[in-house]
């Protein structure tokens, strides 16, 4: 069993900043892919970064530069910092993790770009 936790999310100004957390616990192996994705209300879960174990990254095409997610593998945590936030990036966040061919998901965090 693996559990995601998120951390992070709030209320922003347009152009601020956030950093979001995400904790996995439980049987992980040591070669994944830790990723975030994001929702709105009435759209499909769209892919905003993803990092493998390996190093390899993506990025969803409306980030423009503008995220960075990283890891620490020993901790089992992924962050994302977003910077020069807009109001179109307000949606729920969600942790996820992909490995041996499961995908696990966790509860979200709500951010919330608006003046």
């Known amino acids: 069993q693996v559990q995601l936790v998120e951390s992070g999310g709030g209320l922003v100004q347009p152009g601020g900043s956030l950093r979001l957390s995400c904790t996995a616990s439980?049987?992980?192996?040591?070669?994944?892919?830790m990723s975030w994705f994001r929702q709105t209300p009435g759209k499909q879960r769209e892919l905003v970064a993803r990092?493998?174990?390996?190093?390899?990254?993506n990025y969803g095409d409306f980030v423009k530069g503008r995220f960075t997610i990283s890891r620490e593998n020993a901790k089992n945590m992924v962050y994302l910092q977003m910077n020069s936030l807009e109001p179109e990036d307000t949606a729920v966040y969600y942790c996820?993790?992909?490995?041996?061919?499961?995908?696990?998901w966790g509860q979200g965090t709500q951010v919330a770009v608006s003046s």
């Open positions: 990092l493998s174990t390996a190093g390899t990254t």
């Open positions: 439980g049987r992980i192996f040591s070669s994944n892919a």
């Open positions: 996820n993790l992909f490995q041996a061919g499961y995908m696990y």
